[in-house]
T-cell receptor, first 117, second 113 residues
Framework: GAVVSQHPSRVICKSGTSVKIECRSL??????MFWYRQFPKKSLMLMAT?????????EQGVEKDKFLINHASLTLSTLTVTSAHPEDSSFYIC?????????????FGPGTRLTVL | SQQGEEDPQALSIQEGENATMNCSYK?????LQWYRQNSGRGLVHLIL?????REKHSGRLRVTLDTSKKSSSLLITASRAADTASYFC?????????????FGTGTRLTIIP
């Protein structure tokens, strides 16, 4: 149990286009989902915290108009990178916490590799 | 930045040896967790240690926590080639289920067969 999926796993897009990444909790209800960004050989940097039915909370320095987050249900959160540029190329990882599992255990998705040409 | 530090940044050892990684953090915590990440993949949760615990075991993993020094260590005994991965510590400052994690810089572990 406690599986989190992401789609797509890889995406290549042209500069200026928008890309949507989906994060789904497959077998549990996720009250909160987190979006991270990871550069090669670096650690994870939290971008935003997404609570179902409310606006996401963005970390300092993260542009909310560029990285649109929607958490429409307890099993789905989406991250849309708008007007993507090459510097947005990165590995994006989501995680989810489970309402019925308690104590701050986050389950991570497999990540999405975004390449902007 | 509140990000923690891990050392070493990279570690290469022979299969069968023990691997020790250290993590230091900056703020008071409720929990500290260790995760493993294979190259280009998501994170796998390894172990969680609470601030009132000093040591915890899980299989070949041993984690220690010293809150006075704001540091933790992860020991992997009898290493295997499959242990090759990056290892991250992560801390949270709350006891509730929805608080964000702050990740350390990570240690890249290579097990030489």
């Amino acid at each position: 149990g406690a599986v989190v999926s992401q789609h797509p796993s890889r995406v290549i897009c042209k500069s200026g286009t928008s890309v949507k990444i989906e994060c789904r909790s497959l077998d549990f209800q996720a009250t909160t989902m987190f979006w991270y960004r990871q550069f090669p050989k670096k650690s994870l940097m939290l971008m935003a915290t997404s609570n179902e039915g409310s606006k996401a909370t963005y970390e300092q320095g993260v542009e909310k108009d560029k990285f649109l987050i929607n958490h429409a249900s307890l099993t789905l959160s989406t991250l849309t990178v708008t007007s993507a540029h090459p510097e947005d190329s990165s590995f994006y990882i989501c995680s989810a916490t489970a309402r019925d599992r308690g104590y701050n255990e986050q389950f991570f998705g497999p990540g999405t590799r975004l390449t902007v040409l | 930045s509140q990000q923690g530090e891990e050392d070493p940044q990279a570690l290469s050892i022979q299969e069968g040896e023990n691997a020790t990684m250290n993590c230091s953090y900056k703020t008071s915590i409720n929990n500290l967790q260790w995760y493993r990440q294979n190259s280009g993949r998501g994170l796998v949760h390894l172990i969680l240690i609470r601030s009132n615990e000093r040591e915890k075991h899980s299989g070949r993993l041993r984690v220690t926590l010293d809150t006075s020094k704001k540091s933790s260590s992860l020991l992997i005994t009898a290493s295997r080639a499959a242990d090759t991965a990056s290892y991250f510590c992560a801390t949270d400052a709350s006891g509730f289920g929805n608080e964000k994690l702050t990740f350390g810089t990570g240690t890249r572990l290579t097990i030489i067969p």
